[in-house]
């Protein structure tokens, strides 16, 4: 999952972009609003960390212009006012989600982990699909509750496919989603991945999970499972 | 001095009316008395010169009448007009036949050529006598003096005095009238710009006006001038005080985030050092969200639609704790408004709503009314407040409070109702939690607190 996080305080910038990389997450960091605009434009991005206080375009600006653009991936701002004026009128123009600083990183973790799942339809933190279960918070991965050991390349290959359950994805969606740089664009790659998440998740060859639509991408078969309405 | 611009002119334009005309009344009756005492002694005067003529003294110096005398009443006793002549002596020589028993005492004669003229006590309203000295010369030669006395009632007189002091009066209630009248015209009239300007400045507190008008009156216009400079310099001074508060919550915070995750970087943060953090970071949080609160009052303030923004506070709500299945039912009186500064009354929301959905196991009703101000009232189906919620409200318990709790949020809101004069209380609600009741009273009535 591609996250693109704009914040003009370089230690804070970098303290967050390394915990969501540790977490398996591809981060573009912007140090104001021009640039995180050009890196939401540029690249297909799963959710994106506004702060508020931005030089240049305030980080209200951003959020409406991305939403203007027709961005309907989820933003969280993070923002210094705890007044609840800004979240409600931060909220209103088009963020999904806030954090007053100082906040702890794992509850900006926890946030931005809620906040895709929820992008991609699923309300309960465990992904449950079939006999596959991913859990997000821990990023533990079980078949029929057996525990499968995973890189963290393919544990980022199956979370995409599998949030995007039933929609295809193609190579370089996916590609675009595990790196950072598009320095790298051999899509063999991904089919290694994909090759390698087939044999551990599906070793005996019955279920089947990942679909190969030829020139277009992947598809996750499954049925998505576990979700309460 | 208490009282109405309008009455203390009225008063004292009154009592000058009062001094005003008393004093000519009081002038127009001397007047009116004067000319009529001159009136008076011309006819008793004519009287006494009609007596003479028709009078013929005997050689024995004793007095006859020739003919008629030249009044009927002479003749009729107690008709109110007596005539006498005496001799230098006193003695009374003639009398006209209404005398009868008629004696003044003082009737004394008065020498030759003197006209003397005075008021005698009598019946009713007195009467007005003319003494007149003649000398009488005779064929014989001698020269008897006489004095002739004509005395008439005052009945008449009284009774013209009477009638025009009544009209004198009438008159005169008539003109206070009329221009008390005039007066509370002229008044209203000079008064209006200022009642417009009182209408205009309550509109103005009700929202409906951004400046006073420019027409009014000269000498109104620097008071009402310097109104609109003020609710000028107030908004820009709370929106500057807003953006130092603002910049100072970046400033602050943004530093206290970096240290927090630098902390954590490296596993779980030593507590010596993120207690500190922890505790820093809450007091800043209370601190900036208390300064922010109550920014504005007054002229300055605005009109709030409850209703939509609970809406959008709910809303918020929704997308914050999107895991969250909450059913929300706001029952708001339609058009409800509250006169004051949003911020505040976001901030109550906001922190009252959170705390519900933050606890509620399902469900969280908002309500709000009209009653004495504003009064919200929002519940949830949660476990309730702790055994002591009054702890919760009270001041001195605010530093021990953690964020994420009901601490910090309800102590901001309970800062604010005390702010802007108003209350909070904790209970149980039908749902089976808590039910946090805030109640600000209406802004015109409370004012800043200090």
């Known amino acids: 999952m591609r996250l693109l996080i704009i914040e003009d305080e370089t230690p804070l910038r970098a303290s967050v972009a390394t915990r969501l990389r540790d977490a398996g997450y591809v981060v573009d960091e912007a140090g104001d609003g021009e640039e995180g605009l050009w890196f939401a434009r540029e690249y297909p991005q799963d959710l994106a960390i506004v702060d508020l206080g931005l030089p240049g375009i305030p980080g209200m600006d951003v959020i409406r212009n991305l939403r203007e653009d027709g961005v309907a991936f989820p933003i969280l701002v993070l923002t210094a006012r705890g007044r609840w004026e800004d979240k409600v009128d931060g909220l209103g123009a088009g963020a999904d989600d806030y954090l007053v600083k100082p906040f702890h990183m794992e509850e900006l973790l926890a946030r931005v982990q809620a906040l895709l799942r929820r992008a991609a339809g699923w309300s309960h933190p465990v992904l449950v699909s079939g006999p596959v279960a991913l859990d997000t918070r821990s990023q533990e991965v079980r078949v029929e509750n057996r525990k499968v050991d995973l890189t963290s390349f393919e544990f980022r290959v199956l979370e995409c496919l599998l949030m995007k359950a039933g929609d295809v994805v193609s190579k370089a969606e996916l590609t675009e989603h595990i790196y950072e740089q598009d320095f790298d664009r051999d899509s063999n790659v991904i089919e290694v991945f994909v090759g390698r998440l087939r044999k551990k998740l599906d070793p005996e060859g019955t279920l089947g999970p990942v679909e190969t639509l030829r020139g277009r991408g992947y598809r996750w078969t499954l049925p998505r499972a576990g979700q309460p309405d | ?450």
């Open chain 2, 1 to 450: 001095m208490p009282g109405t611009l309008a009455r203390r002119l009225l008063v004292a334009s009154s009592l000058l009316l009062v001094v005003f005309l008393g004093l000519a009344g009081a002038a127009l009756d001397h007047a009116f008395r004067q000319s009529s005492d001159r009136a008076t002694r011309d006819l008793l005067m004519s009287r006494v010169l009609g007596l003479l003529a028709a009078a013929e003294v005997q050689p024995d110096s004793a007095i006859s009448m020739r003919g008629d005398l030249p009044e009927e009443r002479f003749y009729r006793p107690g008709s109110g007009l007596y005539a006498r002549i005496l001799d230098g002596a006193g003695q009374t020589v003639w009398a006209s036949p209404s005398v009868a028993g008629w004696a003044p005492d003082d009737s004394l004669p008065v020498k030759p050529g003197e006209r003397r003229y005075d008021r005698l006590p009598g019946n009713e309203s007195g009467l007005a006598r003319l003494r007149f000295g003649i000398e009488w010369e005779l064929e014989s030669g001698a020269l008897p003096t006489y004095t002739v006395e004509v005395a008439e009632s005052l009945a008449a007189y009284a009774a013209e005095l009477g009638r025009f002091r009544r009209e004198i009066g009438t008159w005169f209630v008539i003109l206070g009238i009329a221009l008390v009248a005039v007066q509370l015209w002229l008044l209203s009239y000079l008064l209006k710009p200022l009642g417009r300007a009182v209408d205009e400045i309550a509109a103005m507190e009700d929202g409906q006006r951004e400046r006073l008008s420019d027409d009014f009156p000269s000498e109104l216009r620097a008071l009402t001038g310097r109104i609109n400079d003020l609710v000028v310099q107030e908004r820009s001074r709370t929106t500057r005080y807003r953006e130092t508060l603002d910049n100072l919550a970046h400033s602050l915070k943004t530093p206290l985030a970096v240290l927090r995750s630098t902390l954590s970087a490296k596993g779980e943060p030593p507590p010596e050092l993120a207690g500190p953090v922890d505790r820093i970071d809450d007091i800043v949080a209370y601190q900036l969200a208390r300064a922010t609160a109550s920014g504005h009052h007054g002229l300055a303030s605005e009109t709030v639609d409850v209703t939509e923004l609970a809406e959008a506070t709910a809303a918020a709500l929704v997308k914050v704790h999107g895991d969250k299945p909450i059913s929300c039912e706001l029952s708001i009186e339609p058009g409800l408004a509250f006169r004051g500064d949003r911020g505040d009354l976001a901030e109550v929301l906001g922190n009252l709503m959170d705390n519900a959905w933050k606890w509620a196991a399902g469900q969280v009703r908002v309500s709000a009314r009209r009653h004495n101000g504003l009064s919200v009232v929002v519940e949830d189906d949660g476990p309730g407040l702790p055994p002591n919620p009054d702890a919760l409200l009270d001041r001195g318990t605010r530093r021990d409070l953690r964020p994420g709790g009901q601490g910090i949020g309800l102590a901001v809101v309970r800062d604010i109702a005390a702010d802007l004069g108003g209350s909070i209380e904790a209970g149980v609600s039908p749902l089976g939690g808590a039910r946090i009741c805030v109640q600000l009273p209406p802004e015109r009535a409370s004012g800043p607190a200090g």
